[in-house]
């Protein structure tokens, strides 16, 4: 079945700094892409997702690429503030749509230095 | 607009009982999904819900189990508790199983004593 993993379970930045946290998937089938930030003690929260025909997709402060190639994804955030720390999932579906249910990476703690 | 709905959000229970865990969905939203997430685990696909259908189930044993009302909202349940279910339960919804933006609710957290 689908696997999906994250480089690094934890990444220290400083503020103000640009954030990258990056994410391997195993099906090279998979056309569509999430992520999800998950503040302590709070659900999942969409940030941004991106389909298997675009390269790139930017939001407000945050871009996900998508490199079909290598199956690697990265969300990059812009100017890092405290209200970003969190842990980062990205996920995929399992097949189909994704209310089939998503399968999610470990996570990345992103960990915000004044 | 309210987002996905959870309650309880936070319960203890022994080991042998049964709990139920239920989900208002975003309204609209007629796909409900469900999922556990543990320190170990991490976020796990339980099951989904549309149109008062199971259409999908992920690989957990028949202790697990759910189901959708007419409304759209969804109760999940857990019988025979064991020690190893103590976690956060999550119910997401999107407007149809087609593949649209999932939101997430805050969460059932539960401790198995």
């Known amino acids: 079945g689908e696997s999906v993993g994250l480089h690094l379970p934890t990444l220290s930045v400083q503020e103000g700094d640009n954030s990258i946290i990056n994410c391997a998937y195993s099906?090279?089938?998979?056309?569509?892409f999430i992520w999800y930030k998950q503040e302590s003690g709070k659900g999942p929260q969409f940030i941004i997702d991106?389909?298997?025909?675009?390269d790139k997709r930017q939001g407000q402060r945050v871009t996900v690429l998508l490199n079909k190639t290598v199956k690697h994804l990265s969300l990059q955030i812009a100017a890092t503030q405290p209200g970003d720390s969190a842990v980062y999932f990205c996920?995929?579906?399992?097949?189909?749509?994704?209310?089939?249910?998503?399968?999610f990476g470990k996570g990345t703690h992103l960990i915000i230095q004044p | 607009k309210a987002g996905v709905t959870q309650t309880p959000r936070y319960l203890i229970k022994t080991r042998g009982q049964q709990v139920t865990l239920s989900c208002s969905p975003i309204?609209?939203?007629?796909?409900v999904s469900w999922y556990q997430q543990t320190p170990g685990q991490g976020l796990q696909f339980l099951f989904e819900?549309?149109?008062?259908?199971?259409?999908n189930k992920g690989n957990f044993p028949g202790r697990f189990s759910g189901r959708q009302f007419s409304n759209s909202r969804s109760e999940m349940n857990v019988s025979t508790l064991e020690l190893g279910d103590s976690a956060l339960y999550l119910c997401?919804?999107?407007?149809?199983?087609?593949?649209?933006?999932?939101?997430f609710g805050e969460g059932s957290w539960l401790t198995v004593v």
């Open positions: 997401a919804s999107t407007l149809d199983p087609s593949g649209n933006t999932i939101y």
């Open positions: 099906n090279s089938a998979s056309d569509y």
């Open positions: 991106i389909r298997s025909n675009m």
């Open positions: 996920a995929v579906p399992r097949a189909g749509g994704g209310a089939d249910g998503l399968t």
């Open positions: 309204s609209g939203h007629r796909s």
């Open positions: 819900y549309f149109s008062e259908t199971q259409r």
